[in-house]
T-cell receptor
Framework: GAVVSQHPSRVICKSGTSVKIECRSL??????MFWYRQFPKQSLMLMAT?????????EQGVEKDKFLINHASLTLSTLTVTSAHPEDSSFYIC????????????FGQGTRLTVV | KQEVTQIPAALSVPEGENLVLNCSFT??????LQWFRQDPGKGLTSLLL?????REQTSGRLNASLDKSSGRSTLYIAASQPGDSATYLC???????????FGKGTMLLVSP
């Protein structure tokens, strides 16, 4: 299958700072990328869908000004957690697909964010 | 809105047993269903993907079945091993989307 690389795998930051997480499709062009969040012992919840060159679509309840998503190229999407707080501590996973509808998505390794 | 439920939430078995994990979904208009494995603190490893037109998929000791009309899928693991210990997630892609709706997972512990 296709390879999606997510970086960093772990990050610890202080409250009030911002953290950027990168998601790269290494061997294919991803027109659509997705960002999920997973709380301990919970399932993955979709945060937003990003299409290359356009604004991301956020799920209900996800603050777009807090979770900034940029999809500037067909191989890179970034998620920036702005003014992080301890409650933002979570596991963030990206996935990338060839298209917006009914195409298989491939997952990154995830990023464990801890805000202290 | 699609909802995915996995039963049981946790399962503990001795090595060598065959076991079945269950997944149900509320909207049968799906494009595919996928089973993942997640080790603690790690990302997702795709195990099996079943297209909506298929009834089952097999990979080694794993067999996944799909009954779209009843909204059910099962993951069968034969001759379980301690290395199979992980959380198994079921995820559904609804028709017209590329996002996945995940269940909460089944945490499997296989003891030697």
């Amino acid at each position: 299958g296709a390879v999606v690389s997510q970086h960093p795998s772990r990050v610890i930051c202080k409250s009030g700072t911002s953290v950027k997480i990168e998601c790269r499709s290494l061997d294919f062009q991803a027109t659509t990328m997705f960002w999920y969040r997973q709380f301990p012992k919970q399932s993955l919840m979709l945060m937003a869908t990003s299409n290359e060159g356009s604004k991301a679509t956020y799920e209900q309840g996800v603050e777009k000004d807090k979770f900034l998503i940029n999809h500037a190229s067909l191989t890179l999407s970034t998620l920036t957690v702005t003014s992080a707080h301890p409650e933002d501590s979570s596991f963030y996973i990206c996935s990338a697909s060839l298209g917006p509808v009914n195409t298989e998505a491939f997952f990154g390794q995830g990023t464990r964010l801890t805000v202290v | 809105k699609q909802e995915v439920t996995q039963i049981p939430a946790a399962l503990s078995v001795p090595e060598g047993e065959n076991l079945v994990l269950n997944c149900s979904f509320t909207d049968s208009a799906i494009y595919n269903l996928q089973w993942f494995r997640q080790d603690p603190g790690k990302g997702l490893t795709s195990l099996l993907l079943i297209q909506s037109s298929q009834r089952e998929q097999t990979s080694g000791r794993l067999n996944a079945s799909l009954d779209k009309s009843s909204g059910r899928s099962t993951l069968y693991i034969a001759a379980s091993q301690p290395g199979d210990s992980a959380t198994y997630l079921c995820a559904v892609m609804s028709s017209g989307y590329s996002t996945l709706t995940f269940g909460k997972g089944t945490m499997l512990l296989v003891s030697p």
